[in-house]
T-cell receptor, first 114, second 115 residues
Framework: GAVVSQHPSWVICKSGTSVKIECRSL??????MFWYRQFPKQSLMLMAT?????????EQGVEKDKFLINHASLTLSTLTVTSAHPEDSSFYIC??????????FGPGTRLTVL | AQKVTQAQTEISVVEKEDVTLDCVYE???????LFWYKQPPSGELVFLIR??????QNEISGRYSWNFQKSTSSFNFTITASQVVDSAVYFC????????????FGTGTRLTVIP
């Protein structure tokens, strides 16, 4: 149980385009989902906390107009990187909140912006 | 404020050696959770253990063992008889307060096991 999927697993796009990443909890409902970004050889940095049916809470320094998060159902959260630039190239990981402060992580999406 | 420190950036050991990964944390709360995750080259985070702040009993799972010392705010992870498949980046993380679900990650330790 507690499986989280992400789609796509990798994406290459041109600078200026928008990219949507989906995060799904496959066998449980998640009121809260989290989006992380990980640059090469660095730790995971929380970008935002996504709550079903309400606006996401962004961490300091994360542009909410650039990284659009939608959590329309208890099993799906999406992250859209708008007008992507090469500096947005990173590994994006989502997680779904479980009980007892646990998070179940997706396999990640590697974004490369040319 | 919450903080997790993994002072060892990279460690290399020869296969079958034991290795300990250090984790020191800071928190003002008395109730919190500590985690260890493994991130192999594929990138997917693998959950290893969750420990709550009220349970200082050490845990052993196969070749893995964890030493939680509340007095020194440390939650160290030992791999016994290391194998090449243990090569990965290991993250220690802290979550608090209870129910908030926010995870604070350390910077990770890259372990390389040499055959």
């Amino acid at each position: 149980g507690a499986v989280v999927s992400q789609h796509p697993s990798w994406v290459i796009c041109k600078s200026g385009t928008s990219v949507k990443i989906e995060c799904r909890s496959l066998d449980f409902q998640a009121t809260t989902m989290f989006w992380y970004r990980q640059f090469p050889k660095q730790s995971l940095m929380l970008m935002a906390t996504s709550n079903e049916g309400s606006k996401a809470t962004y961490e300091q320094g994360v542009e909410k107009d650039k990284f659009l998060i939608n959590h329309a159902s208890l099993t799906l959260s999406t992250l859209t990187v708008t007008s992507a630039h090469p500096e947005d190239s990173s590994f994006y990981i989502c997680s779904a909140g479980g009980g007892l402060n646990e998070q179940f992580f997706g396999p990640g999406t590697r974004l490369t912006v040319l | 404020a919450q903080k997790v420190t993994q002072a060892q950036t990279e460690i290399s050991v020869v296969e079958k050696e034991d290795v300990t990964l250090d984790c020191v944390y800071e928190t003002r709360d008395t109730t919190y959770y500590l985690f260890w995750y493994k991130q192999p080259p594929s990138g997917e985070l693998v959950f290893l253990i969750r420990r709550n702040s009220f349970d200082e009993q050490n845990e052993i799972s196969g070749r893995y063992s964890w030493n939680f010392q509340k007095s020194t705010s440390s939650f160290n992870f030992t791999i016994t008889a290391s194998q090449v498949v243990d090569s990965a980046v290991y993250f220690c993380a802290l979550s608090e307060p209870l129910g908030a679900n926010n995870l604070f990650f350390g910077t990770g330790t890259r372990l390389t096991v040499i055959p």
